[in-house]
């Protein structure tokens, strides 16, 4: 299973990577804003699971998820976004974009497994 992983924390990316891979998630492509991301996925069109940052410079998590979901071939991606926007209004707008479930920062690896054995 292929995932891609954005976030603008370098430290951020291999905390999530490094907890995918305990999970046994060895095939992992990186990125460090949306726009990076978008080039990734025009790449890759075997990516598996989008894990995305929202607050993020060119282009942020929360447009980079309503571009990923413009697009027919990705409308049942699975996408969680990992942030610390925890509010309510944040998570509501989030879901609405089409992420699939979210993870507020800082968080435990049991949380990430979780969110992800529930999406796939
Ligand atoms: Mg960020």
């Known amino acids: 299973m292929k995932f891609l992983v954005v976030d603008d924390s370098s430290t951020m990316r291999r905390i ?3 907890t995918l891979g305990r999970l046994g998630h060895k095939e992992i492509l ?4 949306g726009a990076q991301a978008w080039e990734t996925m025009q790449q890759n069109s075997d990516i598996d699971v989008l894990i995305t940052d929202w607050n993020m410079p060119e282009m942020n998590g929360l447009e980079l998820v309503k571009k990923v979901r413009a697009e027919e071939k990705y409308s049942d991606l699975p996408i ?3 942030t610390t926007e925890g509010g309510k209004a944040e998570v509501i707008t989030a879901l609405k974009a089409g992420v ?3 993870i507020v920062k800082p968080f435990t ?5 979780e969110k992800l054995e529930a999406v796939l």
Not at 30 to 33: F, L, P, S, T
Not at 109 to 113: K, R, S, Y
Request: aromatic letters at 6%.
């Open 30 to 33: 990186e990125a460090e804003d």
């Open 16 to 18: 999530i990577k490094n």
């Open 100 to 102: 699939n479930n979210y």
């Open 109 to 113: 690896p049991q949380v990430l497994q």
């Open 80 to 82: 969680i976004m990992v």
